[in-house]
């Protein structure tokens, strides 16, 4: 039985990678697989998934008034697709996750979502609350704060590394703006003292 999957993990925790190595198991074996990304996430380039050690694949980008239940039906119907995956998928509209539940419920296709759980304030973006409401399984994929705890934070630093404690939810952005911290370090550093 198909299902629902939400893999999540701050940044730098290897999600695009596994996304990607998961796909190519797939392919290997004659598998077709849809990849989509977010179209407001272009760092690899439009319409691409790409991983910090390299790996990349070409994606189709979803914008959030897209209705990927309609999409992900007809590109099954020209040819049928073995499981779908999404990158950055914190970045789905809540309709949009309970589209890709529809694929699972309706036609049978196992749909994995990879994205980030809260934003630099902690904060649960929309998408990936309504995973963590409806995803029949939530897969944590962990990475390492500076002082070797689980991280589970993310803040945002400005261009000279000081913590960005304000500003709009979704900013884009790898190394250079994001920094992965436990939930001690991640408090220690958005507290205003």
């Known amino acids: ?10 940044m730098n925790a290897g999600k695009s990678t596994m996304l ?11 598998m077709r697989t849809a990849i989509f990304i977010a179209a407001v996430d272009d760092r690899a380039g439009a319409g691409r998934v790409a991983s910090r050690i390299g790996l990349s694949s070409d994606a189709t980008p979803f914008k959030a008034a897209d209705n990927l239940f309609e999409i ?4 099954h119907n020209e040819e049928p697709i073995a499981c779908v995956f999404v990158d950055e998928a914190q970045f789905l ?5 309970w589209q890709l539940a529809r694929i699972t419920d309706r036609i049978g296709i196992p749909v994995m979502a990879y994205g980030l759980r809260t934003d630099f304030q902690g904060k649960l973006f929309p998408g990936s609350l309504e995973l963590l ?3 029949d399984e939530l897969r944590e994929v962990r990475t390492i704060c500076f002082c070797g705890r689980k991280a589970t934070m993310v803040v945002r630093v400005d261009e000279a590394g000081e913590v960005v404690r304000e500003g ?3 900013e ?3 190394n250079e ?4 911290l436990c939930r001690r370090h991640w408090e220690e550093k958005m507290r205003c003292d």
């Open 72 to 75: 992900i039906a007809g590109m």
């Open 172 to 174: 884009v952005g790898g």
């Open 20 to 30: 990607l190595q998961a796909s190519y198991n797939y392919q290997e074996r004659g």
């Open 133 to 135: 409401a409806i995803a």
């Open 93 to 97: 509209s809540p309709e949009q996750v």
């Open 168 to 170: 709009a939810q979704v």
């Open 1 to 10: 039985m198909a299902k629902l999957y939400f893999h999540y993990a701050t």
């Open 177 to 180: 703006k994001y920094v992965s």
